[in-house]
């Protein structure tokens, strides 16, 4: 089974074309989708065929000509071939938790290649599971460094997604530049509503009776990252912050393991500040 | 703009063909969804295009051919087009009047023709919306005759949507096959659970904390029809049935009305006793 | 029937002496509900219960010497004299015509008393259902003359609740204080995110996969006011703003009627620019 | 802080007797809440109070003579003195390692015990977390004897609450009776739909647009118990029954775990075949 994603600007004939390529060589579509974004004029179309040719750069070669006339970014992958992640953490791991629990059943649809930390506390905790655990402090002082290092890692681990699992630590607008589209946070509030520190105090405070979490893909703009998934949950004045904390940690486990999924399975468009998200 | 819904037994090339046919007579496709079911190897297709061709029998035409060959179930129509729905009611009004409200500021996706009541209770409203309204009384007795006027309403008035907005009614096995696949109820409960009669009393005594309601396909087995759309709502042990059935009143208005608009716009197939429904 | 509440800084005995009191005089406590509030140290509570004498000025004078010792707002009233509401419109009538149904069927807990709207259009709906409607035009000119003319209203028509269905004017800071507590807006977004004119806009700009409705008390500062309910629905890449305006007219007309019903039923207790809302 | 529970038939002047006597010995009343239930004539109270007298037995002395006259099922405990849980499982793990995430970061509101399987399969999980594993085969022959050994682990332990964690055996009517008003089972439908085995792919092949999982407790009529705790996701037709059982796996986490602090924070009453659950 293979999946297809394409990228371009909106043009007659797009589907025709792709399907009837992928006819020529005997694939068989199994799932399909499109979406036309009219706000910014691109065709987004996502294909899952099995096909009698097997090799990912064959299929791809096969396509190539018909994507450079749609100027087209088109995409084709093996479906058993994961996208690997890398997952980035501090102290908190009830995310890092989930995140392994999911790829370890088999249902997270990426293949976590390594964790790395700011702290050692939860070295431990990954290597129970067989992953790899790189410890990276990160201090004012060292942060240049500390990011050139994790951007060796995901070059030598050949990381398709970095996954900030309440990483607690803000990213130089370099190395959001560098991760464009392929980095993917957590907050644990429903943006835009309490962006940055403490959210779950600020919702207290203005007295919301709907808490959330968002994961979006990051940018140099803290927290304005483009939405890949959103949820929420009904809290009561009787909640305390902590208890607010408590609750939004369930939302966040699961949308952002939702978001990594979807991510990873190639249903995810960039359409500028917006995302188109295929179900 | 135009929507086509297409429906066949699982083969290759079907979407090549398809929007090739498309292509032929210089139409664009904007909205395309597809699905393939592997438990009934059927083949669902929509799609929503702009086309220099306007008539709806004429583009039919041009693909007929290709429809056939697929041994494919193909409708086209205009989108300003809508379908035009039969609404059945009792007493209670608030599905109905819902319905009228959405059309009436555009947003139902169908045109109502015509409400039709065993009761004539609800009349002055009806024609307050400048709505078409017929008293059909049914008793034991005139169950048959009353079905029959029913049946000749639906024909004269070119009928393409039965909604029964809870409409307090069994239909017989016969009208149920004659509307089969055209008829909308709503039952006010979260089915499988709680068919038949009062089901906010049965939720209640079984002490359920969330509720729900369920838009079907009208068959011969009651509440046992296909369904479209369902949703839910929260509710707490101090709940009378009474105030059960208050609150499930806004999930009934809700379930229907989105049933009635994505059968009306042609997002519903029909897969043995389920639906894919494509948002 | 009666509805208690009180309010007073948190202190030992308060339960059991009002309690005490209500069995005195021969009253049966059925719903009993208290929160005490950490971060204001008040104490809020809210009784219904049955009682021989029915006068409401009768028992709220048994309980007066007591409410003095705990410096206590307290408050009695049969529960069958509900409030008395005025609901301010301009041209969108979804929610007006939802608050207007509730009332109707009897389970809006409130009693609507006058329409009042700074444009015609809504007149004959309004006297449809033999309500009172007053239009008020308001320009940059006129605004303080009209708003005197409402205030006079208000006082005129004993009015209890002032209810913003969608009113498109902003209120001015001295008839925010004169409503102080008792006039309750639906701002269409997810508060705090989309604050201001065109939230669905926003929202669709912002591309977040949820949106929402927010009741809140009406104050000085526009859309900061204290929550009363909220609540969301999700939405998808393909829904344009028309749409989301849409889907959340649905939102906005539960939201907005369990906010009044609350307030009404004496749920709601306000805690500095928060609220605590008894289920 | 202490708990204070009571359950008797409704009569007047019990919330006046029971905050007198706790005036009397200096307590202070933080949360109360009070449930009349009209059905059953059954008043419900739940009372945290912080206390200058630690002991629970010495409050519960002082309290004894008006809950005897009020024929009341009165408790008192220490909020730090956590009920004791023994969790049932076979080889599902996915709630078990919820419960036991909960349980280790403090949120679960009972103390793990012990875990007990008819499987070995999660002895290593098990022992990770430092929690005692008792491996207890079931077979049709040694059913009854391993019924004997569970309930003496149960009395050994000093349990409180028996956890069945998606365990995937029927207990015995005998067993149940033992065990009344204290084991909590998750059955992964919404009941009363799809009672019994394999609910996902009972789910699937009904159709339904909305999955859902239920927190109950056991008795010998299967998925019967009263309901103490149900929550929902929406499905869409795509979904295999593998799929929803890998979302439903996320519902039933939460609402077993919900369920079971609730349970064991008091907030749970049983009233006949219903539940009230403070909030």
């Known amino acids: 089974m293979h999946i297809l994603t394409l990228q371009?600007?909106?043009?007659?004939?797009?589907?025709?074309?792709?399907?009837?390529?992928?006819?020529?060589?005997?694939?068989?579509?199994?799932?399909?989708?499109?979406?036309?974004?009219?706000?910014?004029?691109?065709?987004?179309?996502r294909t899952r065929f099995e096909s009698p040719m097997e090799d990912d750069d064959e299929i791809a070669g096969k396509l190539a000509l018909r994507a450079r006339s749609l100027h087209a970014d088109l995409r084709v992958?093996?479906?058993?071939r994961q996208p690997r992640a890398l997952i980035l953490v501090s102290k908190y791991d009830h995310c890092l938790i989930d995140l392994i629990y999911r790829w370890n059943?088999?249902?997270?649809?990426?293949?976590?290649?390594?964790?790395?930390?700011n702290h050692g506390d939860l070295g431990d905790t990954v290597?129970?599971?067989?992953?790899?655990?790189?410890?990276?402090?990160?201090t004012t002082e060292t942060k240049a460094e500390a990011e050139e290092a994790l951007l060796d890692l995901v070059d030598r681990h050949r990381?398709?997604?970095?996954?900030?699992?309440?990483?607690?630590?803000?990213l130089s607008g370099g190395l959001c530049a560098q991760l464009a589209g392929r980095a993917i946070n957590i907050h644990h509030?429903?943006?835009?509503?309490?962006?940055?520190?403490?959210?779950?105090?600020?919702?207290?405070?203005?007295?919301?009776?709907?808490?959330?979490?968002?994961?979006?893909?990051?940018?140099?703009?803290?927290?304005?990252?483009?939405?890949i998934d959103q949820d929420v949950a009904r809290v009561w004045h009787s909640h305390t912050?902590?208890?607010?904390?408590?609750?939004?940690?369930?939302?966040?486990?699961?949308?952002?393991?939702r978001a990594v999924k979807a991510h990873a399975e190639g249903r995810v468009f960039l359409l500028g500040d917006r995302t188109a998200v295929f179900a």
Chains 1, 2, 3, 4 share one sequence.
């Not at 992958?77 to 058993?80: I, P």
């Not at 290597?127 to 990160?138: D, Q, R, S, W």
Request: glycine share 8%; charged share 20%; proline share 6%.
């Open 127 to 138: 290597a129970h599971y067989g992953i790899e655990f790189a410890h990276l402090p990160v």
């Open 77 to 80: 992958r093996r479906e058993d």
């Open 241 to 257: 912050p902590e208890q607010l904390a408590i609750i939004g940690r369930d939302i966040e486990r699961v949308v952002l393991s």
């Open 159 to 170: 990381i398709d997604i970095v996954v900030l699992a309440r990483y607690m630590q803000i």
């Open 8 to 45: 371009c600007p909106d043009q007659p004939g797009i589907v025709a074309s792709i399907s009837t390529a992928l006819l020529e060589f005997g694939a068989n579509i199994l799932e399909n989708a499109q979406y036309d974004d009219p706000a910014t004029n691109t065709f987004c179309m």
């Open 189 to 227: 509030s429903f943006l835009p509503g309490f962006k940055g520190a403490r959210p779950y105090h600020q919702a207290w405070q203005r007295g919301v009776k709907v808490i959330g979490a968002t994961a979006h893909y990051v940018t140099a703009d803290l927290d304005e990252g483009p939405i």
């Open 105 to 117: 059943v088999g249902e997270l649809g990426a293949d976590i290649a390594l964790v790395v930390s």
